[in-house]
């Protein structure tokens, strides 16, 4: 399985940029309130794609490797608050890529460019 994980402190919209990754691939928000966090699989492209937005739980993330890897996910796409040391030792387990927040969540533009960047992480 490989790892796409959003790195980034608390509050700065690593949620609303998987919700718009989903969004880029499936058409839709996951949820009508896409600051909101969630947890789903899609098939896009013939893989299994797992997202895990609640990043500022460390415990959650780290219990999403053993989940997703288990049910045989090609893909982790998964938030992570940067004060957390714990999934950042977890994923080295995995073919990982670690994506750092590049700004706060200001407007659809600056949620786009994270998102396009996990995007072009996904084969």
Do not use: W
């Not at 890529?97 to 700004?103: C, E, R």
């Amino acid at each position: 399985m490989k790892v796409i994980m959003l790195s980034g402190p608390s509050r700065t919209g690593k949620t609303t940029v998987i919700n718009e990754v989903h969004r880029l691939l499936v058409g839709h928000y996951f949820t009508g309130n896409r600051h909101e966090d969630f947890e789903t699989t899609i098939t896009h492209n013939g893989l299994t794609i797992a997202f895990v937005s609640a990043g500022d739980l460390a415990r959650e993330t780290k219990n999403a490797f053993q989940k997703y890897s288990a049910l045989g996910c090609d893909i982790l796409i998964c938030a992570h608050n940067q004060r957390f040391v714990t999934p950042l030792r977890a994923i080295q387990r995995f073919t990982n890529v670690v994506i750092q927040k590049t700004m706060p969540f200001r407007d659809d533009t600056s949620c786009r460019i994270d998102a396009n960047e996990i995007i072009r992480n996904i084969p």
